[in-house]
T-cell receptor, first 111, second 114 residues
């Protein structure tokens, strides 16, 4: 699986949009971009994934650059409950594929 | 999303004893189970992968005789930490495989060995 690079930490004011970047310059054509988050002392939670088109769901939006070498996860109106470590993962298969977690971005939402 | 439970959610045991952690996939049949562990302030690391009815595959550096994994049914997998030592204190998380696009994780079990 391709390697990803994320900033180690970010702060965001409550109510503002949180934009979390991820670089995956060596991503292959068949690899998806997945985002997970882990709230303290809980198991990781799936957020969103995409291949090349931008995606949106009830939790977040995912913007993938045209060359697919980077992406941004957007939490449109951050709340204190969004404080967590966010992991960007690229992988080709799903379901039965193990996930390789990097160090992620520790997002802190500030009241 | 998928419902995954783990039991116990936390456990304290004495050095030298064994601890069993259960992981249940409550709403779908998991042909594969991933077991991860997470040390404080670190990321999740895969320990082993098990397939229902067969032996688990362990990642490099994980002792298979110490971390016994049983995946006897499609909804239940167990991880037994044998002869636990303080360095085994960690957060253990299971993740059932077999679904399309998304992988879900259990809530985790915090093990403290004294």
């Amino acid at each position: 699986d391709a390697k990803t690079t994320q900033p180690p930490s970010m702060d965001c004011a409550e109510g503002r949009a949180a934009n979390l970047p991820c670089n995956h310059s060596t991503i292959s054509g068949n690899e998806y971009v997945y985002w997970y988050r882990q709230i303290h002392s809980q198991g990781p939670q799936y957020i969103i994934h995409g291949l090349k088109n931008n995606e949106t769901n009830e939790m977040a939006s995912l913007i993938i650059t045209e060359d697919r070498k980077s992406s941004t996860l957007i939490l449109p109106h951050a709340t204190l409950r969004d404080t967590a470590v966010y992991y960007c993962i690229v992988m080709a298969n799903f379901g039965n594929e193990k996930l390789t977690f990097g160090t992620g971005t520790r997002l802190t939402i500030i009241p | 999303g998928a419902v995954v439970s783990q039991h116990p959610s936390w456990v304290i045991c004495k050095s030298g004893t064994s601890v069993k952690i259960e992981c249940r996939s409550l709403d779908f049949q998991a042909t594969t189970m991933f077991w991860y562990r997470q040390f404080p302030k670190q990321s999740l690391m895969l320990m082993a992968t098990s397939n229902e009815g067969s032996k688990a595959t362990y990642e490099q550096g994980v002792e298979k005789d110490k971390f016994l994994i049983n995946h006897a049914s499609l909804t239940l997998s167990t991880l037994t930490v044998t002869s636990a030592h303080p360095e085994d204190s960690s957060f253990y998380i299971c993740s059932p495989g077999g679904r399309t696009y998304e992988q879900y994780f259990g809530p985790g079990t915090r093990l403290t060995v004294t």
